[in-house]
């Protein structure tokens, strides 16, 4: 069991942990709105010499990390453990090790602290990872959660109802351009590299598939990113800048294509677009103008809080809190835990 129900109750300071990849953070929330501090440890230069995440290389570096952040991030805020009202923390998806770092933390502060401990949902971080900054948008929400690991629409009718319209069927978008930037050898991680490069590429040079972009909400981007590398074995090459525009031009295509259908058939009243793809410019600025046409805000988070911290996750859980949820101290962690409904 992972929560229990208890009445429903509003903390004021939660502290908030993420460990769940290769980012390691910590988050003071105050009244679910003011952000006091949020650190991140990146270690993308651990990784960048292996071309990818390596999970024991990331645990040992949680390790490490986590106390002299947690003690960092407590001193930035001028705070005391004595203060805190609540400790959420990431439970899965994610990798194990990783997961189990942060959950052993906050098991144990909640413990020691005798506050309320409430596992979240990464998903559901990056998913409120819109709030911290639209604290008033409009439900119901469609959310597009574009990370490393994963690729959903997601409908939010009220805080905690959720609803997966479709998923990947294969590769998630983020690995799909951590794929085809490996294979330019644009190094790990890729996104942003393939962001970079396609802004001085043309879109049109290459013509590449839209996989199932007239139907449903369902993704795949193996076959796209099977073409990709089909065609760095041909004789009649465009460029890398043009080779990643059109990449990039397909994937948004199909991203934004299939987000705005998902709104219109939901009457979204707001779109958002959260996980680290989100940071993606080509991605933000076509979901913008498709979102202006429609006439739906969007109502994405700022880049900086797109990929992994623990603010989204002191965010999600404080809601959580709100909606009557307790973690028990025996809280695992949970690598393939799906995105579930809480109400
Ligand atoms: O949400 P996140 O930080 O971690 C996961 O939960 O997976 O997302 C990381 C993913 C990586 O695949 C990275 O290449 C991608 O987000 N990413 C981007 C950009 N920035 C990060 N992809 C495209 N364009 C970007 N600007
Ligand atoms: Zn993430």
């Known amino acids: 069991m992972s929560h229990y129900r208890v009445e429903p109750y509003t903390p004021r300071l939660v502290l908030g942990l993420e460990s769940s990849c290769d980012e390691t953070s910590v988050a003071l929330l105050e009244d679910g709105r003011h952000c006091r501090v949020n650190l991140v440890s990146s270690q993308v230069a651990l990784h960048e010499k292996y071309g990818g995440v390596v999970p024991e290389v990331a645990c040992r570096a949680h390790m490490e990390v986590l106390n002299p952040l947690l003690e960092e991030a407590m001193e930035r805020a001028g705070c005391r453990f004595s203060e805190l009202d609540a400790v959420a923390v990431t439970h899965g998806p994610g990798l194990v090790g990783a997961v189990l770092l942060g959950v052993a933390a906050a098991k144990t502060l909640a413990g020691l602290l005798e506050i309320p401990l409430i596992g979240v949902n990464h998903l559901e971080g990056h998913l409120y990872s819109t709030f911290l900054e639209h604290p008033d948008l409009e439900l119901p929400l469609v959310c597009l959660l574009v990370s490393g690991g994963h690729t959903q629409i997601v409908e939010m009718t009220t805080p905690g109802a959720y609803r997966v319209l479709g998923s990947t069927r294969d590769d998630a978008a983020g690995e799909a351009f951590d794929k085809v930037a490996k294979a330019l050898g644009l190094g790990y991680p890729g996104g942003p590299r393939i962001d970079q490069a396609a802004r001085r590429g043309d879109p049109s040079r290459l013509s590449l598939p839209r996989p199932m972009r007239e139907v449903g909400y369902e993704f795949s981007?193996?076959?796209?990113?099977?073409?990709?590398?089909?065609?760095?074995?041909?004789?009649?090459?465009?460029?890398?800048?043009?080779?990643?525009?059109?990449?990039?031009?397909?994937?948004?295509?199909?991203?934004?294509?299939?987000?705005?259908?998902?709104?219109?058939?939901?009457?979204?009243?707001?779109?958002?677009?959260?996980?680290?793809?989100?940071?993606?410019?080509?991605?933000?600025?076509?979901?913008?103008?498709?979102?202006?046409?429609?006439?739906?805000?969007?109502?994405?988070?700022?880049?900086?809080?797109?990929?992994?911290?623990?603010?989204?996750?002191?965010?999600?859980?404080?809601?959580?809190?709100?909606?009557?949820?307790?973690?028990?101290?025996?809280?695992?962690?949970?690598?393939?835990?799906?995105?579930?409904?809480r109400v």
Do not use: Y
């Open 221 to 341: 981007f193996s076959g796209l990113k099977t073409a990709v590398l089909v065609h760095l074995q041909s004789t009649d090459r465009v460029s890398d800048d043009d080779l990643c525009a059109s990449f990039q031009d397909a994937v948004v295509d199909v991203l934004v294509t299939k987000t705005l259908r998902a709104a219109r058939t939901c009457g979204a009243r707001t779109v958002a677009v959260a996980g680290g793809v989100a940071a993606n410019s080509g991605l933000r600025r076509r979901m913008e103008e498709a979102c202006q046409k429609a006439g739906i805000p969007l109502r994405s988070p700022s880049i900086g809080l797109c990929t992994d911290n623990a603010a989204m996750i002191a965010r999600a859980g404080w809601e959580l809190a709100r909606l009557g949820l307790r973690s028990p101290l025996t809280l695992d962690a949970r690598p393939n835990l799906p995105l579930t409904p």
